[in-house]
């Protein structure tokens, strides 16, 4: 990779990945290290042509208020002081929170003072990883868990791409996807970009598992458990396989490895795999932010159905038909979960709103059809708004709106009575139901 880089210190600035984020949105590579690098780690980063030294909330450590290392320091590179009175006697500017400005800083810095090349963009880097994946695969083989998420999508793709039929993709439907996902991965992959993809439809063994199970945590858990272990049964059909893909993306990176962070979430994708198994990891999306991964999906011919879904918890649909799974009514849930995202495409809303679904809880209720009694479920709409979901907001849907998939709804979905909706925020509610 012979792209220019400049590297934002991660001295505890909660807005690090902002600022990394800013300088790749005009066009140049940037990557965020720790405050304490080493000269021999800074002499392994290609074509750093300045620093950006972002003090923060969270500067000091155990007591101790951190400063960059005298690798940095003596550099003699370019940086940029925000909010940071350490080693470097540099002008101390406070990064202005409207966005222009913090732009137009950041680009005189960039552009003008380290004359930094402008040469970050997707086809770069799908070019650049196409020949990183060959060096480090050579004739071997890899093997991906294919989920049909955006970023396992994105890493299949650009496997595709890079090494063909060395690529095994494996994807295991646990009987709790959306409806239409699954066709869809066997089609875009299987079919389109044509992989070797080893479909296991184990519909029938997650659901027998899941029986009468009520409780929300035992759930998620039997459905990790199980999903670990269909995948590394059909791992073990296959011969000869040296490496695992894996869809780590940059904030997985940034927020599990930094030194400053209060909080540090673990983050694991396809964790939990027996110790016998032994693979080395290929991570090609490790460097980019979630924006830009929908942007290399699209860049390798993704559908934008694909890239631009809404997150989708591993344990799918499961955690949204409330209490002891019954096959009718999951059936309920991904009937009216697929007429929500119908409705919610054709009114303009599908790009708008952050995520939305529908809940189909255990309880029914006396309702009238066809001038006779019924006695159904409820499904309730949750359609809510956030950047980082650890808070979220309800979305204001309109009215007619509403009656009109409420409609849709009661009429096309076997065994759906009424429809509420729910407008409780996150807190006190979680997003999900369970
Ligand atoms: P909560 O319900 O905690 O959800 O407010 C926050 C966001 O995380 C998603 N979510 C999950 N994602 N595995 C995932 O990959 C999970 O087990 C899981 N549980 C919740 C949820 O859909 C929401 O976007």
Redesign the pocket.
Known sequence: MQQDMIVVIDLGSEENSLVARDIRALGVYSEIHPHDLTADQLAALPNVRGFVLNGGPNHIVDGEKIDISEAIATAGLPCLTIEHTGKLPCDVEKLPTDEATRRQILSDFVLGTCKAAQNWNMENFINDQVELIRRQVGDRKVLLALSGGVDSSVVAALLIKAIGKQLTCVHVNHGLLRKGEPEQVVNVFGKELGANLVYVDATDRFLDKLADVEDPEQK?KIIGAEFIRVFEEEARKLDGIDFLAQGTIYPDIVESGTKTAKVVKSHHNVGGLPDDLKFELVEPLKMLFKDEVRACGSALGLPDNMVYRQ?????GLG?RCLGAITRDRLEALRESDAILREEFAKAGLAGKVW?YFTVVPDIRSVGVRNNARSFEWPCIIRAVN?VD?MT?SVERLDWALMEHITNRITNEVKGINRVLVDITP?PVG???WE
């Open positions: 998620r997150p989708f918890p591993g344990p955690v995520q956030t979901a979220a996150k979680t997003i999900e």
